[in-house]
């Protein structure tokens, strides 16, 4: 799948098969998320994956709304050093997802709402921060990707010029 595809085509799930990622296409997600450009390339994101079912159950328990995570096979937190900045974690995370989608692997970015309670979970230093945590894993295609919910036209997110204008004829 093209990378233009991929992007498009991606969409979050809470629902996967148990089937485990192969190490040489878990390589290839954590090799995208490596590539994300950094500001000044201070390169201050770090991954830390997680396969252990009483591990991802014990994380699951420091967001609210995290319990899909039992359920994922694998679970990648995107950590940040002290000092870095969310924008790079953000796309260190996108990388990942849309790497991962492009080998047929879905994924849905969990927030850890309580920190100290992850950081725990996860053996990170306290002045560490977690952007965020993804559940991935092969989709169960009895549930719908979308949800239903179609994403809103291009028409009515994009300004021209000035907020609230419209493309300009011929454009």
Same mark, same amino acid.
């Given at each position: ?56 159950? *014990?994380?699951?328990?420091? /967001?609210?709304?995290?319990? +899909?995570?039992? $359920?994922?096979? %694998? @679970?990648?937190?995107?950590?940040? #050093? ?35 309670? *992850?950081?725990?979970?996860? /053996?990170?230093?306290?002045? +560490?921060?977690? $952007?965020?945590? %993804? @559940?991935?894993?092969?989709?169960? #295609? ?30």
């Amino acid at each position: 799948m093209d990378a233009y595809r991929a992007i498009i085509t991606k969409r979050d799930t809470r629902h996967f098969l148990p089937d485990p990622i192969p190490p040489d296409v878990l390589t290839r997600i954590l090799q995208a998320g490596r590539m994300a450009g950094s500001s000044k390339n201070s390169q201050p994101v770090r991954m830390v994956v997680v396969q252990d079912p009483e591990r991802r159950a *014990a994380l699951a328990a420091c /967001g609210d709304y995290a319990e +899909h995570l039992k $359920a994922a096979p %694998l @679970a990648i937190a995107v950590v940040l #050093l002290p000092g870095g900045g969310p924008f790079d974690a953000g796309r260190a995370a996108q990388n990942l997802m849309v790497a991962a989608w492009a080998s047929g692997i879905t994924s849905c970015p969990i927030a850890m709402h309580r920190q100290e309670c *992850a950081r725990e979970v996860l /053996g990170i230093p306290p002045d +560490h921060t977690i $952007a965020t945590v %993804l @559940a991935m894993g092969y989709p169960d #295609l009895k549930h719908p990707l979308s949800q239903g919910r179609q994403r809103l036209p291009l028409d009515e997110l994009v300004s021209w010029e000035r907020w609230g204008a419209h493309r300009p004829e011929g454009g």
